[in-house]
């Protein structure tokens, strides 16, 4: 069985098939994976049946070390996952039901409506995150992935020096707050901003990309208003439809992207009345960006 990669997309994002993944990975295939993800920073793997958290678990491990456990905006009945290597990305509280529509964590989970990258308000931010499918609504609740590399390379030359060694300042007290969600003294405490570049150069390819997210929202050196503005544009011009693919889920499906080179969001479905419930791992990219300014 060859592994295979099919584009679904002029720029970005492939299915892969071939493999196994609820299977142990050959060294061969997590590498050929590994390129996949290189080349198409989203790969889509169609199962039919979702993994179990060992599988996922076990699968995500071939591509790094999972994230250290983060402050999480808790629902007010409690956790309903309780293994910390698994982000519960839903709509359903610890008893089952339908999260409150005032409930701090369906707030919150509001916010992954907004294009980010994961965890880029983690001094150390995310590599790779994996979203299994496990319940979907009727309609709506596609993701959409942007591609920050085409994003960059679109830019005209005077912009591209303009933005070239500006550091950014990310924080969820950015994105949340921009919701009017309140705070405890201990998550502003937990969510003090950190630096990130926000012209990132890929490791093994070369390649330059933006390092946009919702939770940007300072620019060292430049007044809040004009890192504003700047961010905003950048946003605008980076998710224009030529740079994006949507993923409309089936059951069964995981979706791998890479958050050094692309950025994505939820899109919105009834979810007073549905229920959708994806399980996500995420793999730490082990070094700051502020410090891999010479690298590539
Ligand atoms: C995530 C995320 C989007 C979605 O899991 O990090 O942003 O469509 N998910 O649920
Ligand atoms: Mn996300």
Redesign the pocket.
């Given at each position: 069985m060859a592994l295979t990669f099919t584009p679904l997309h002029p720029v970005i994002a492939a299915a892969c098939s071939g493999v196994d993944i609820g299977q142990p990975l050959t060294p061969e295939q997590a590498a050929t994976i590994d390129a996949g993800m290189d080349k198409y920073a989203v790969l889509v793997f169609r199962q039919g049946t979702p993994l179990t958290t060992p599988q996922q678990t076990a699968f995500t491990l071939n591509f790094g070390e999972q994230e250290p456990p983060y402050t999480q905006i808790q629902a007010a009945g409690g956790v309903r996952i309780a293994d910390p290597g698994i982000?519960d990305?839903s709509n359903l509280a610890a008893d089952g039901g339908i999260l409150a529509r005032d409930d701090r964590k369906r707030l919150s989970g509001l916010g992954?409506q907004m294009w980010h990258s994961?965890s880029s308000y983690k001094k150390i931010p995310a590599r790779y995150?994996l979203?299994c499918a496990h319940v979907l609504p009727p309609e709506g609740?596609d993701?959409q992935f942007a591609d920050m590399r085409a994003a960059y390379d679109m830019l005209d030359a005077r912009m591209k020096a303009r933005i070239e060694d500006l550091v950014c300042e990310h924080s969820r007290i950015f994105s949340k707050g921009a919701l009017g969600i309140p705070f405890t003294e201990a998550e502003l405490k937990a969510f003090a901003p950190v630096r990130q570049r926000l012209v990132r150069t890929h490791r093994v390819t070369g390649r330059k990309s933006l390092y946009l997210s919702s939770h940007a929202g300072r620019i060292l050196g430049m007044p809040v208003a004009e890192a504003q503005i700047l961010l905003r544009e950048l946003t605008e011009h980076a998710t224009q439809r030529e740079f994006v693919y949507s993923h409309k889920w089936r059951v069964g499906d995981l979706v791998m992207w890479d958050n050094r080179t692309t950025m994505?969001r939820?899109r919105p479905y009834e979810d007073a009345v549905y229920p959708r419930e994806?399980r996500?791992t995420t793999v730490t990219d082990g070094v700051p960006t502020v410090e891999q300014q010479l690298a590539a």
């Open positions: 982000s990305i992954n994961d995150s979203l609740g993701t994505h939820a994806l996500r």
